[in-house]
């Protein structure tokens, strides 16, 4: 089917098709839905080789990362395809892991397919990827990945994140607060200590180790065994910690929510839904700094003026029954 047929089927011109198909031009609302209806009833679908010619774009996005285990690369790319679906922008992901030449590969490629922009992502906010993506001939927009300087780049709260959960902890009356969480090196978890500190008091406990169960039950462990006073309230640094962290507490005969509350950190849900009791946590809002990622480089690659520099997206607390919840982000 071509555009001639479908002018001929709904008795109108080929620029009223355009214009009713590309949403342009002057006409009633009702004769373009019209004209939609009867081209999805008769089977056409428009030639986007020749769309992209005349627009000049091919209405593609590359997106380029080097978290092969797509633990945070795929709610991001969820929320990128979301959002540019209904522009007509196809988006094709590219796994870089850490080799640079692997990197380099990948990029030429997507220039010579002549994407509209590029959308880097990885596995830390504080580690660029692999591979130079400055001065390139399309517009690059970074994602949960360090961005290079006059970029502009999208992140997690994450001090708003650690907020969320010690401030629900306290709600809940729990005052002896400790916070387990990963390598100290991760700017994120430097800067959820500090906001936890900020609320729970500057001598709380954190403790550093693993982003693993294991260090989760050695942290239990260690807590158990100090003489110190029990926490009655435990923030985890991820959800994989806060697993084990639960699972250390219930061999111990100690009783979750109601002797000690925990709360995680991703809201990964194949562990938090998993855990028992399920567990509260705080959701980085991945698949909407996706969306904000996939509509800039969108507003980029159509030549709009945006404002470079770093973008925080707040996250969100989902309480699951390890707080006492229903599983619904508040």
Excluded at 159 to 185: I, M, Q, Y
Excluded at 193 to 206: H, M, T
Excluded at 310 to 318: A, G
Aim: include cysteine; proline fraction near 5%; hydrophobic fraction near 40%.
């Amino acid at each position: 089917m071509t555009i001639h047929d479908l002018a001929r089927a709904a008795d109108v011109s080929v620029s009223t098709v355009s214009k009713a198909l590309n949403d342009n031009g002057r006409m009633a609302l009702d004769t373009r839905e019209r004209i939609k209806r009867i081209a999805r009833e008769i089977g056409f679908r428009p030639n986007a080789l020749a769309k992209g010619l005349l627009s000049n774009r091919s209405l593609t996005v590359g997106l380029l990362t080097n978290d092969t285990y797509g633990r945070f690369t795929l709610p991001v790319m969820a929320g990128i395809s979301e959002a540019l679906v209904d522009h007509g922008v196809s988006v094709f992901l590219c796994a870089i892991e850490d080799d640079p030449a692997l990197g380099k590969i990948h990029v030429d490629a997507m220039l010579d397919k002549q994407v509209d922009g590029i959308i880097a992502t990885g596995k830390r906010i504080d580690r660029s990827l692999p591979v130079d993506l400055t001065r390139l001939p399309v517009p690059v927009v970074y994602a949960f990945t360090q961005g290079e300087p006059n970029s502009v780049t999208l992140t997690s709260d994450d001090g708003h994140g650690a907020a969320l959960a010690t401030e629900w902890l306290r709600k809940l009356g729990r005052r002896r607060l400790v916070h387990v969480t990963g390598p100290s090196d991760f700017v994120s978890v430097r800067e959820r200590a500090a906001a936890f500190r900020e609320l729970a008091g500057s001598d709380a406990r954190v403790l550093n180790g693993a982003w693993s169960e294991a260090w989760g039950h050695e942290a239990v462990a260690a807590l158990w065994s100090s003489g110190d006073a029990k926490p009655d309230g435990i923030f985890c640094g991820n959800d994989q910690i806060a697993r084990g962290v639960v699972d250390a507490l219930r061999e111990r005969g100690v009783a979750v929510p109601e002797n000690v509350s925990v709360i995680g950190f991703d809201n990964w849900e194949i562990v938090a839904a998993q855990t028992r009791p399920p567990l509260t946590t705080i959701d980085m809002n991945l698949k909407e700094l996706g969306r904000e990622a996939g509509l800039t480089v969108l507003a980029l690659a159509e030549g709009k003026n945006v404002e470079p520099g770093l973008r925080r997206l707040p996250c969100k607390l989902v309480v699951r029954q390890s707080c006492g919840g229903d599983g619904q982000p508040l």
